[in-house]
């Protein structure tokens, strides 16, 4: 997929992280360990909005940042004063001419300027220095901010800090995942896997649980419906925006309102009108212009004429009362439909649904239709809309017989209106005729559950396995390299994550063997399984995506499609909504030997 939300933020992130990790990184320099090689999980100990499963996303964005980690220009040594990675600047002496140079004499910034614009150097030094400006800033910034008995080694050595050494193996973005299997699995130098734990959090965090969010509401919705998410005005922040966007997309949704998102991320964007746009209108007077070529044609016709002569006889058929029906919504609708006479979607709750709304929409619709268009939808965003949905269906049908236009009946509809989970599940138990849902507060901030709570820990340093004991039972961490494995049963679903030390012969098909459960339970089972996946691939290595031995990136729309299919294969008893059957995640006998050994020993 590229990098489709770094590629927008110039430079290294290397400082969007919390102080601790830096004061951490310079304990393990003091100490000689920042070289030593560690393994990293991240992982959520329970399943988001108390159900059974999450959706993996933010992978495509962790390898970006990855890649691009690094606190100067090249991860080497940052250029000496006057030159860059690149060469030494015009105008600067060079090293050995240093020397020779006495107080040369002062020229101001901005004749200097002028002087390099006229050779055409000015805007490729810009070019140059303003990347390597803002990573030899970080320095500075970081020694402002460090005690002061903080080593003036250690900065030069963090100018060297970049994440070739670290790979990174992953579930496959979009693929069904559970509490307290790992998502990533980072290896690397101590130094820079501790550094980077932060941002990793923070690129997983929201994009999982948004499209775990997402993946909710299109189970909710079902299969047929179309969803479109329209949160960017509620969502924290114009990142948290389109984020929300993207990882809607992947969770299910087909379209987004987000303009950008969709210039940066290719997703479909649909729009329609606000109820401004329709009350601003108070008549038919208003419309200009008022002709409209037939689609084919070559004489323009009066629109607003023609549309008067259809709701005459709209309001004749539905028994609607002439002046009950809002000339201004009618001015609004005729306008519209003259600008986008392909694509006329009428908003119909600005006044009065049945009176007002839906008789205009016909009149015009009707209008289009004898000029060779077809209208293309309406919308509601008020009121009761099940009821609205079928009462709208029966009028559609009504005009299409009585006019004799077959596609008539079929106009999509479209509603939205502070959609929940639970009034998406409410709506779709009653017998509807909407075709589109829009969502955008409850899906883009995620209000049952505001954060997905993944955490990020040691497991190996060293080659010496490594375990987080704490009072709470939940947050004990699983020592050691793992392999995951999925377990999938006789009727073709997933039954089990099992995770196993690298060492041990992975289990096979066919084959009984034996489990512990994770958590409390101490009783060992057994399980035969019909069929064996490992979980985990290889998506960077040695700071490098795209080897031979690199699992290859997906592009967004294949991340979705994923997606549906990693939920098409889950237990429907694992994908309720509502109180799911718990997923078993287990481990085998010699991982839950050394977790045994390494909990006696803590103690």
């Not at 609004?332 to 709750?349: C, E, K, M, R, W």
């Not at 009462?391 to 004799?404: G, K, P």
């Not at 209106?417 to 005729?433: K, R, Y």
Request: aromatic share 8%; net charge neutral; charged share 20%.
């Amino acid at each position: 997929m590229g990098e489709p939300g770094l590629a927008r933020v110039r430079g290294s992130l290397a400082l969007l992280t919390d102080l601790y990790q830096f004061t951490m990184a310079y304990g393990y320099w003091r100490a000689g360990r920042h070289r030593e090689p560690a393994r990293f999980e991240l992982f959520f100990r329970r399943c988001p909005f108390q159900g059974g499963f999450a959706l993996c996303a933010g992978l495509s964005e962790c390898l970006a940042f990855l890649r691009a980690f690094r606190f100067s220009e090249t991860g080497k040594p940052g250029p000496r004063r006057g030159e860059t990675p690149h060469g030494r600047l015009p105008g600067c002496p060079s090293r050995g001419e240093v020397s020779r140079v006495a107080d040369p004499v002062p020229v101001c910034p901005e004749v200097r300027r002028a002087e390099l614009s006229v050779l055409g150097l000015q805007p490729r030094i810009e070019a140059i220095l303003s990347p390597v400006a803002e990573l030899l800033a970080y320095i500075k910034y970081l020694e402002s901010v460090l005690p002061v008995t903080t080593e003036k080694a250690f900065f030069d050595y963090l100018r060297a800090v970049d994440a070739s050494e670290v790979s990174v193996l992953s579930v496959p973005e979009g693929s069904v995942v559970f509490s307290k299997v790992p998502l990533l699995q980072v290896k690397g130098p101590l130094l820079v896997v501790q550094l980077v734990e932060t941002t990793l959090l923070c690129l997983v965090n929201y994009a999982s649980l948004v499209a775990t969010n997402a993946a909710r509401f299109r189970l909710a919705a079902g299969p047929e419906k179309k969803l479109m998410e329209m949160g960017l005005r509620r969502a924290q922040g114009p990142d948290g925006g389109l984020s929300a966007s993207m990882y809607s997309y992947v969770g299910g949704f087909d379209f987004t309102s987000n303009v950008l998102a969709g210039k940066l991320y290719g997703i479909p964007v649909r729009g329609t009108v606000a109820h401004s746009y329709v009350s601003s209108f108070t008549s038919l007077a208003e419309v200009n212009p008022r002709v409209l070529l037939p689609l084919g044609g070559k004489e323009p016709v009066d629109f607003p004429s023609l549309v008067e002569t259809w709701l005459g006889r709209v309001c004749q058929l539905l028994q609607v009362p002439l002046e009950k029906v809002n000339g201004g919504e009618l001015g609004a609708f005729v306008s519209y439909a003259i600008t986008f006479p392909h694509n006329f979607q009428g908003l119909v709750d600005t006044y009065c649904v049945m009176r007002s709304g839906i008789p205009n929409f016909c009149a015009v619709a009707l209008a289009l239709n004898e000029l060779g268009y077809r209208a293309i939808g309406v919308r509601l965003d008020s009121g009761d809309l099940v009821k609205q949905s079928v009462e709208i269906r029966r009028v559609f049908r009504t005009c299409s017989q009585h006019f004799q236009v077959p596609w008539f009946k079929a106009i999509p509809i479209a509603v939205s209106n502070d959609v929940s989970e639970w009034s998406l599940e409410e709506l779709m138990q009653e017998g509807n005729e909407i075709d589109m849902i829009g969502v955008g507060t409850h899906l883009v901030t995620c209000p049952l559950q505001p954060s997905l709570g993944c955490v990020y820990k040691l497991v190996e340093v060293n080659g010496c396995p490594r375990l987080k004991v704490t009072e709470d039972e939940e947050k004990t961490t699983i020592p050691g390299s793992k392999v995951v494995y999925r377990l999938w049963d006789a009727a073709g679903f997933p039954c089990m994550d099992l995770l196993a030390l690298e060492e041990e012969p992975p289990p096979r098909a066919g084959q009984e063997m034996k489990f512990w459960p994770l958590g409390r339970s101490r009783e060992v089972g057994k399980v035969t399984p019909a069929a064996v996946e490992i979980l985990h691939r290889v998506y960077l290595k040695d700071g490098q995506v795209g080897r031979k031995v690199c699992q290859s990136l997906p592009s967004l729309l294949e991340i979705k499609k994923h997606s549906q299919a990693s939920l098409s294969k889950l237990s429907p008893a694992h994908k309720r909504l509502q109180a799911p059957e718990a997923y078993q995640v287990t481990m085998t006998e010699k991982l839950h030997l050394l977790l045994a050994t390494l909990q006696r020993d803590s103690q």
